[in-house]
């Protein structure tokens, strides 16, 4: 696993000597240019997991009356593959129709996301995060749950991102 702090450090030690305008070697240019692709690596979450980290935002509803916020243990990549629909970030944040099947609260969950919380406003640029969800953030797995407080039935409801 790669050390991003250690990284950090190496790459300020050698910025220092290239700071100090004397004439750099090739071979710490050339390590320079590793640890900044090395931090790169550090700020996408790439050093943990050998890929970027993908932040998934679905969009679900419950099919029973039953289900609240206090169900969120229940959601998972099975329940979201049947019930949920992703969605892109640029879409939600621009925008877009939500469509509702049943009877019975809706939400969102954010996968993969050290960002801070989403603020959700309605098709007339209300703020409804907290008048409409409620909300829950499970720090185990990066995610963000948003399950509405009321039952909603099958129709279509615009919903606006933002951070």
Aim: glycine residues 4%; negative net charge; proline residues 4%.
């Amino acid at each position: 696993m790669i050390d991003c702090d250690k990284i950090k450090q190496e790459l300020e030690a050698v910025k220092m000597t290239f700071n100090s305008c004397k004439p750099l070697p090739l071979d710490s240019m050339v390590k320079m240019v590793d640890l900044m692709m090395l931090l790169d690596d550090c700020k996408c979450g790439c050093a943990e997991t050998g890929g970027p980290i993908v932040k998934n935002i679905y969009s679900f509803q419950f099919d029973s009356l039953t289900h609240s916020i206090m169900n969120i243990n229940m959601i998972n990549q099975e329940f979201l593959n049947i019930n949920g629909s992703l969605e892109t970030e640029d879409d939600m944040v621009n925008g877009k129709n939500i469509t509702l099947p049943h009877v019975g609260r809706y939400g969102f969950v954010i996968t993969n996301t050290t960002d801070g919380p989403y603020r959700i406003f309605d098709a007339l640029s209300n703020d409804i995060t907290n008048a409409v969800f409620d909300t829950a953030f499970d720090s185990l797995t990066n995610t963000y749950y948003y399950v509405s407080k009321e039952y909603y039935a099958p129709s279509v409801i615009f919903n606006k991102f933002t951070k």
